[in-house]
T-cell receptor, first 113, second 111 residues
Framework: DTEVTQTPKHLVMGMTNKKSLKCEQH?????MYWYKQKAKKPPELMFV???????INESVPSRFSPECPNSSLLNLHLHALQPEDSALYLC????????????FGPGTRLTVT | QKEVEQNSGPLSVPEGAIASLNCTYSDRGSQSFFWYRQYSGKSPELIMS????GDKEDGRFTAQLNKASQYVSLLIRDSQPSDSATYLC???????????FGTGTRLTIIP
């Protein structure tokens, strides 16, 4: 089983709202990732967690705040977003960081109005 | 020069034929290579991984890696309309936690 789940599937939020995206995996993976994908572009890495600790932040604006409460869960807290933040947000996991296969969740389609 | 280059397509292939997707890369330290399939509006799905030179077959899919020439390719035999998607080439290098993607090739299988 290589399933990564994400909720919600769709989210519409105003620029003053606070919302959270959730990601879960039960494969025993110890690396989890957040990506952002715009139309007709490849996924763009945002954050990497390894053993529940943040190991990479790709200079993401502070209005995006990641959290890894335990080895199975990954959250992305959103606050004061801009319309240009509208995109598909993808969570992925791999056994460990490095040259391991990454498995993506179905994504959350975010629209900022 | 981009780190990972793919022909953006669209690549049109008749049903039942072999589809050939190519990817070249500039970083000689690249170590592990992956092919993802992405249907429109969906998330990327891992279909092949390859780590050493040569061919790796899985069903109708064959990945080919040539580190000396710095290319990796994906062959799809007996192409089906359901294979129509964007194919993303991706890779990692030793000691780097990042997956570097190409821009993707859009493949259309013509019935």
């Amino acid at each position: 089983d290589t399933e990564v789940t994400q909720t919600p599937k769709h989210l519409v939020m105003g620029m003053t709202n606070k919302k959270s995206l959730k990601c879960e995996q039960h494969m025993g993976h110890r690396a989890m990732y957040w990506y952002k994908q715009k139309a007709k572009k490849p996924p763009e890495l945002m954050f990497v967690y390894s053993y529940e600790k943040l190991s990479i932040n790709e200079s993401v604006p502070s209005r995006f705040s990641p959290e890894c409460p335990n080895s199975s869960l990954l959250n992305l807290h959103l606050h004061a977003l801009q319309p240009e933040d509208s995109a598909l947000y993808l969570c992925a996991s791999s056994l460990l960081v490095g040259s391991y296969e990454q498995y993506f969740g179905p994504g959350t389609r975010l629209t900022v109005t | 020069q981009k780190e990972v280059e793919q022909n953006s397509g669209p690549l049109s292939v008749p049903e039942g034929a072999i589809a050939s997707l190519n990817c070249t890369y500039s970083d000689r330290g690249s170590q592990s290579f992956f092919w993802y399939r992405q249907y429109s509006g969906k998330s990327p799905e891992l279909i092949m991984s390859i780590y050493s030179n040569g061919d790796k077959e899985d069903g109708r899919f064959t990945a080919q890696l040539n580190k000396a020439s710095q290319y990796v390719s994906l062959l799809i035999r007996d192409s089906q309309p359901s294979d129509s998607a964007t194919y993303l080439c991706a890779m990692t290098r030793l000691g780097n936690e990042k997956l570097t993607f190409g821009t993707g090739t859009r493949l259309t299988i013509i019935p």
